[in-house]
């Protein structure tokens, strides 16, 4: 287990992280099925991502001054992955086609 490490003034709330963060992997997922080249996509998903931070009133310096000191607390940086992938996880059930049913 990490040693705890105070985090640094500024630093987002783990709460505010996770919503951010299941934002950019919607983001980043929509920017995925777009038939774009590389530089388009780039420039599509820098568009979202400024979205992003101005819904939720982040700096994007903020943002990733608060995502590094969570990389670096691997304890916390996995917690919050978890509620990531977790909250993630349920949208896409949620959105997913029922199963075909067999009538025979």
Same mark, same amino acid.
């Given at each position: %287990?990490d040693k705890?490490?105070?985090?640094? +003034?500024?630093?987002?709330q +783990?709460?505010? %992280?996770?919503?951010? =963060? ?5 983001? +980043?997922?929509?920017v995925?099925?777009?038939?774009? +080249?590389a530089?388009?996509a780039k420039? =599509?998903?820098k @568009?979202?991502e400024d979205? &992003? ?8 310096e ?8 969570y990389t670096?607390?691997?304890d916390?940086f996995?917690? @919050? ?6 909250? =993630? ?11 075909? &049913?067999d009538?025979?």
């Amino acid at each position: %287990m990490d040693k705890p490490v105070p985090p640094p +003034e500024g630093t987002l709330q +783990e709460s505010k %992280m996770i919503d951010i =963060l299941i934002d950019i992997h919607l983001a +980043e997922a929509f920017v995925s099925t777009e038939i774009l +080249e590389a530089n388009q996509a780039k420039e =599509l998903f820098k @568009i979202y991502e400024d979205s &992003i931070f101005k819904v939720h009133s982040v700096s994007k310096e903020r943002y990733y001054q608060s995502h590094g000191y969570y990389t670096k607390n691997t304890d916390k940086f996995k917690l @919050i992955y978890g509620v990531v992938v977790d909250s =993630l996880s349920a949208r896409k059930t949620k959105i997913a086609p029922p199963p075909s &049913i067999d009538t025979k």
